[in-house]
């Protein structure tokens, strides 16, 4: 029996699950970012938060909590602390 296979399966990553981060440009040398599944709520925890901090020619980005988890609440993001 031949097999003649004429279209590949479509497979989607976590990352096209989750929309356009938010951003929060505290100033030239600071931003927030934030990325949370479709309807997750700014107050609810579910949220990754990267804080981006510029000093010279050093860029760090460092996550809420010291993890890339979903953990973090959007509206609470200043309150943190930021690590790696």
Do not use: C, H
Not at 12 to 36: H, I, M, Q
Not at 58 to 81: C, H, L, P
Request: aromatic fraction near 14%; charged fraction near 30%.
């Amino acid at each position: 029996m031949e097999v003649n296979k004429k279209d590949a399966p479509i497979v989607r990553t976590f990352s096209e699950y989750l929309p356009e981060p938010f951003v929060d440009e505290v100033s030239a040398n600071e931003k927030y970012y934030g990325w949370a599944p479709m309807g997750t709520s700014e107050e609810t925890e579910g949220w990754r938060i990267m804080k981006e901090t510029k000093d010279g020619t050093v860029t760090k980005r460092e996550y809420a909590q010291g993890t890339m988890d979903f953990i973090s609440a959007w509206s609470e993001r200043t309150t943190y602390n930021y690590s790696r």
